[in-house]
């Protein structure tokens, strides 16, 4: 047999042995029957915007067409397509935001979804000027939630949430005309803009790109976080285990996959019911066993230390197991080659949202209104499910690993008031992560995030990277499958620590924290946003200033293409391990790493190595700190 290359996760491999075995494909074998991948998707050089084309650019300067047949250059298809991109990943963030603000707006205090944080409620509220003073909460809770999802079509102004961006940044974003408007109206201006024959300037549809982006970190997402929290609780540090051993021989085993919490908190709640647990013991299982995949698995190991049984990646190996009576999903990053897997074993495949079918598959309508009723029957099904599985076919990897994670910025500032001297200094602020960071201890931060990609081998441009950034004394805060891969490597546990460099360790063991932080799933990257801002402010500089460096080592979606925008347009460098499809334009290219510094004080960097990527994130962070005149 052929050695597997392609990740460093033990269970990956094993499992994709046995599915070799079993006559199963994988994400890695499509990948391999695919080849190369199209040179001129690739480099983005493929226009299909119009029905006189597709046309397709020559990558050669002075060979074959230069030109589309409306006479688009490459750098106007390249940054067309990009743009697009950064247009389906905000819709796709912020749909999800909207989605979690319907669900508060129908909040009622006998219904299926309560108001579990009222203080981030009120908060709120007096941010955005909604009346509090005797009001029942859920009539506040209502108006803040119109309030937004008037947001996302408001005719005029910009995004309230921009409010609490630090004043140097807002001075960048008005003066480069930055400034998102409502959220929905930036997607449209995009579409619009790239019709046929529109905008056909490179260097302003990209502006148009950095300005919608902001409309997710600091719009969609933002929401998403907020009203998640103010929904379900703000995630405090809990225990939970990673990797597909999470999986039980003996119990009812099912997944939670994708995104919206307002589907899987529920499931939560149904499979701790009395009647369903009775009724997993009547059918022969002695429990019943949920975990999740992807973001969904965030929310809830975020909020109720719910195993993670895997990353993006590994949706398909979860089935493979043959221990799976039933993959639950809502919406993105589910693979469509989950319907006809699932059917070579018992696995029941129940899609749940009306923006997500996928034929094939079971499809149970998550109804809000009637939310619990609607989980448990969805439980009852994978209850039912287990005497069908087949024993013969059983295989769980035994690989788990302990990780801690919920590490909003709220209980990043209760882990720091560990070490306040309450008479001197406020609790409940950035401030000694900020001096630790002023003295040097820490040189600085990154966050590292994003996917998986079978152009990478699967989990090491996340591990490696983190690991030699936590020994190099910079902490690492990380959310979606990148905190995924962490909590599987053991980077999450305490025991990490050993992983750190001095200075580092130090911190960990007095603030009793992991050296990688998990913040949660990709929407609440708005949650490092808010912590980078808060400490902008606490030292008094722009955002771009801070040694603060941003990684997606193994993205693939296009959100993932919204965030990193976002990122670099809030002034924080990225690192990007896959090439974005831009490479057919030198103009692009040469505006995404290295011109937008000029404008936004950061740049795109593309480094496939981890090791490279990590000693060239370390120089930044020490230059910046130069600059800061801070201690070396
Ligand atoms: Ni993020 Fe979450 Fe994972 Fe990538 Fe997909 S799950 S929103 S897009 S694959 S990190
Ligand atoms: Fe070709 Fe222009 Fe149509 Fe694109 S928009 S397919 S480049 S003619």
Redesign the pocket.
């Known amino acids: 047999m052929e050695e597997k290359n392609f990740s460093i996760d033990p269970t990956t491999e094993a499992l994709v042995i046995k599915a070799e075995k079993e006559g199963i494909e994988t994400l890695w074998d499509r990948k391999k029957i695919m080849k190369t991948p199209c040179g001129f998707g690739e480099e983005g050089l493929c ?9 397709r650019i020559s990558p050669t300067a002075g060979k074959g067409a230069q ?6 250059t490459a750098d106007v ?1 390249v940054a067309r397509n990009l743009v697009r991109m950064i247009a389906g990943g905000l819709a796709t963030h912020s749909d999800h935001g909207r989605d979690i603000a319907h669900v508060l707006h129908m909040a009622k205090r006998d219904g299926n979804y309560k108001i579990a944080d009222e203080k981030k409620l009120l908060s709120l509220a007096k941010e955005w000027e909604v009346a509090t003073e005797n009001r029942d909460i859920y009539d506040i809770a209502h108006e803040v939630a119109e309030v937004a999802l008037n947001e996302f079509g408001k005719p005029f102004g910009s995004l309230r949430l921009l409010e609490r961006v630090p004043e140097q940044r807002k001075q960048v974003w008005d003066e480069n005309k930055l400034k998102p408007g409502a959220i929905d109206k930036e997607i449209v201006t995009i579409m619009h803009s790239t019709h ?2 529109c905008c056909a300037d490179a260097k302003d549809l990209v502006h148009k790109g950095m300005r919608a982006s902001l409309a997710d970190g600091w719009g969609g997402s933002m929401i998403g976080t907020e009203f998640s929290d103010i929904l379900f609780g703000s995630p405090v540090p809990r225990e939970t285990e990673a990797n597909l051993g999470v999986l039980e021989e003996d119990q009812v085993n099912i997944i939670v996959h994708g995104h919206e919490p307002s589907l899987s908190e529920m499931i939560v709640l149904a499979v701790e019911d009395p009647e369903l647990l009775q009724l997993a013991k009547e059918v022969g299982a002695k429990g019943i066993n949920l975990s999740g995949m992807c973001c969904t698995a965030n929310e809830v190991t975020m909020r109720h230390g719910v195993k993670i049984a895997g990353n993006f990646a590994q949706q398909e190996l979860a089935v493979i197991t043959g221990a799976v009576e039933a993959v639950i999903v809502d919406v993105q990053c589910i693979f469509p080659a989950l319907s006809p897997l699932t059917k070579c074993y018992h696995t029941k495949f129940i899609t749940t949202s009306p923006k997500a079918k996928i034929s094939g598959a079971t499809h149970i309508e998550f109804e809000e209104e009637k939310a619990l009723a609607s989980a448990k029957q969805i439980v009852k099904e994978a209850i039912l499910n287990f005497k069908n599985r087949d024993k013969e076919k059983v295989f769980i990897p035994k690989t788990k690993s302990p990780a801690i994670v919920g590490y909003s910025v709220e209980s990043i500032k209760s882990q720091l008031d560990k070490v306040v001297n309450s008479h001197i200094d406020p609790m409940g602020t950035l401030k000694p992560l900020a001096d630790v960071i002023k003295a040097g201890v820490l040189r600085g931060a990154a966050g590292v995030v994003g996917c998986n990609n079978p152009k990478v081998k699967h989990d090491y441009g996340h591990i490696e990277l983190m690991k030699e950034l936590i020994k190099n004394d910079v902490i690492v805060v990380t959310t979606g499958c990148a905190a995924q891969a962490a909590a599987k490597a053991g980077l999450m546990s305490k025991e990490a620590r050993k992983f750190a460099g001095k200075g580092l360790a130090t911190v960990c063991e007095l603030v009793d924290i992991p050296p990688v932080l998990h913040m949660g799933s990709c929407v609440d990257i708005s949650r490092i946003l808010m912590l980078v801002a808060e400490l902008a402010e606490m030292l008094d500089v722009d955002m771009s200033a801070l040694p603060v460096v941003g990684a997606a080592p193994e993205w693939m979606s296009e959100k993932a293409v919204s965030i990193g925008t976002y990122v670099v347009t809030s002034g924080i460098d990225t690192w990007l391990g896959v090439a974005p499809p831009v490479t057919g334009s030198a103009a692009v290219v040469d505006l995404l790493t290295n011109k937008a510094e000029a404008v936004v004080g950061a740049r795109f960097y593309i480094e496939p190595d981890p090791y490279k990527a990590a000693q060239q994130m370390i120089e930044r962070i020490e230059e910046k700190r130069e600059a800061l005149g801070l201690s070396l």
């Open positions: 226009c299909r915007i119009c029905a006189m084309g597709p046309c030109k589309g047949i409306c006479g688009a298809i046929i024959g």
